[in-house]
């Protein structure tokens, strides 16, 4: 189906509305990969995206340092090896700008482009009982019929931009990292600040330190890091890795998170010194090894979390020396355990504390009060004068991209309504009482937390598109789970939840860095493999506890 007419704001809005057998929100990883995936069936599928091109998180942080934190050639398609062959990664942890090109690759080599539009909002979805489609409207005007609502939307996309009284007085400009300007922002000789030092904070800070006048990082919660080495890719180390693609395609999928490694060893089993010869072999890595491949009981077990946190926690005061920073930068042992908040990758990070023009000012018992004319004040009254604010500051995740859309089920019922009470779903990728109505990234499955997003993306969305192709193959026009399927689901991933100490933590994981979020964790944390193997079984059984017409 050929609508270049509809592509980018320019192109006329529809004088009707245009009827779909599948529309999908989003084009990034997962909605590029639908899109095809659904093309192929011979279906009349759109997508459509608030960006102005494709690649969904890789078009929208293009902030100073942006880069992967999974290695390049794990964040891969692997559906088709010369796809995968055809791009070459320069190293094993590109920028967001490698990165960006990479998607247009695959954009351009599947021939997408005219299937999507971009520059343009859903705002309003509604279920429509008698005709069993969904009625889907955006602000530019469009209306679109579609019997598939497929939201591709990502884990990760929903960012929290207005987090401070009186943001709107700044006499400079305010950045959130996740809505980065395309075109180049000035900070030479700037006083700037950073607010946040999660994954994203880290990344600016380390990259901008030594480029401003002066850098204050507001850090309220101190974070477990651990420090990246990033080799370039010779012709020789890209032959390499191109070599390994029929075993990255058969191991991914079923690891425990979709990396390439897994946990293989045994804390029980080992000795003091084969304990720590193993810690210290796997974080000289320089990846994520050492929180997804090393001991899997320091997530279910209070005294070996303990141990790996003490050891990685040395491993920072090493670098950071100065007993303040330590306390501003450093857990200590009361506040929780590494791996149970999302570990960061850094690259001479703590160093750049040791810079005379940058300051950590901690927030954690003293917290930013408002933004006023001059820059950020503190609840003590103490106001740190600033040229430009960078807002680190994170995102509504999982739920919040699907609840800012007015997304209506049966009989009226509201999404958000229902989701700010209990944040439920089947499998992650169906919601009771709204039929049709198919995710990816979404609540209850594996995404951002343990999930390298290429693997568990793939996955999910060729899951939907087996299940569309059923349905067709069966003819079934409409498919919704069970409550007591979905309530199954819900009933398992908590359970599965409540075994690990992520549960028993505060960070975005469970919602906490949200006001009124009902509390669940978001991510599925049973496995990826075994996440896998569920959704496998369930679609060679004819998909039990899915109601379908």
């Not at 077990?301 to 003490?310: G, K, L, M, Y």
């Not at 089947?426 to 609540?443: D, Q, S």
Request: charged share 25%.
């Amino acid at each position: 189906m050929n609508v270049a007419v509809y592509v980018g704001r320019s192109r006329p809005v529809a004088k009707s509305p245009v009827v779909l057998d599948a529309l999908i929100i989003g084009a990034g990883v997962a909605g590029l990969y639908q899109l095809h995936q659904l093309r192929t069936q011979g279906l009349k599928v759109l997508a459509v995206d608030n960006a102005a091109d494709v690649g969904g998180t890789w078009h929208w942080n293009r902030y100073p340092g942006a880069r992967f934190d999974s290695e390049s050639y794990i964040y891969q398609y692997l559906f088709d090896e010369t796809l995968y062959k055809d791009w070459t990664w320069s190293e094993r942890f590109p920028a967001q700008p490698e990165i960006e090109r990479w998607m247009h690759y695959i954009a351009d080599r599947l021939e997408l482009r005219d299937d999507i539009v971009f520059s343009t909002t859903i705002t309003e979805a509604r279920w429509d009982e008698a005709r069993s489609r969904w009625a889907v409207k955006t602000d530019q005007g469009d209306i679109f019929e579609t019997r598939f609502l497929i939201g591709c939307c990502g884990m990760l996309s929903a960012p929290l931009e207005n987090r401070f009284p009186g943001q709107e007085t700044f006499k400079g400009p305010i950045f959130h990292t996740a809505r980065w300007p395309q075109e180049p922002v000035e900070l030479a000789g700037k006083r700037v600040g950073v607010v946040g030092n999660g994954a994203t904070g880290i990344q600016v800070v380390q990259t901008i330190a030594d480029q401003v006048g002066t850098l204050k990082v507001f850090i309220r919660t101190p974070q477990y890091a651990l420090p990246m080495k990033n080799p370039k890719y010779g012709p020789a180390e890209a032959v390499a890795y191109k070599a390994r693609f029929e075993e990255l395609r058969q191991n991914l999928p079923n690891t425990f998170t979709g990396f390439e490694y897994d946990f293989k060893h045994s804390w029980a089993e080992a000795s003091p010194e084969e304990r720590l010869a193993v810690l210290e072999d796997i974080y000289a890595d320089g990846s994520l090894k050492l929180w997804l491949a090393s001991y899997a009981e320091m997530f279910f077990d209070e005294s070996v979390s303990a141990e790996v946190s003490e050891f990685v926690r040395g491993k920072m005061r090493e670098r950071l020396k100065d007993p303040v920073l330590i306390d501003t930068l450093v857990p200590g042992p009361d506040d929780y355990g590494f791996g149970t908040h999302r570990v960061p990758l850094e690259t001479r990070y703590l160093e750049v504390y040791h810079r005379p023009n940058v300051t950590a000012v901690s927030v954690k018992e003293n917290p930013i009060a408002e933004v006023v004319p001059e820059g950020i004040r503190l609840t003590d009254g103490t106001v740190h004068e600033l040229d430009v604010i960078i807002l680190a500051t994170g995102f509504d995740a999982g739920s919040g991209a699907l609840t800012r859309i007015d997304i209506h089920g049966r009989d009226g019922r509201l999404l958000r309504d229902e989701w700010r009470r209990d944040i439920r779903t089947t499998m992650g990728m169906l919601v009771h009482g709204y039929p049709n109505l198919l995710i990816t990234a979404a609540p209850l499955a594996p995404s951002a937390a343990l999930c390298n997003m290429p693997t568990c993306l793939q996955q999910q969305t060729e899951w939907i598109a087996g299940l569309i192709s059923w349905m067709g193959a069966n003819g079934k026009q409409v498919v919704e789970p069970t409550a007591a399927f979905e309530e199954e689901w819900v009933r398992h991933h908590d359970e599965t939840a409540a075994a690990n100490l992520i549960s028993r933590t505060n960070s975005w994981y469970v919602g906490a860095n949200i006001e009124g979020k009902p509390r669940r964790v978001l991510s599925y944390t049973g496995g990826v493999g075994t996440y896998r193997a569920k959704c496998d079984e369930m679609a060679a059984s004819g998909y039990p506890g899915l109601s379908m017409a």
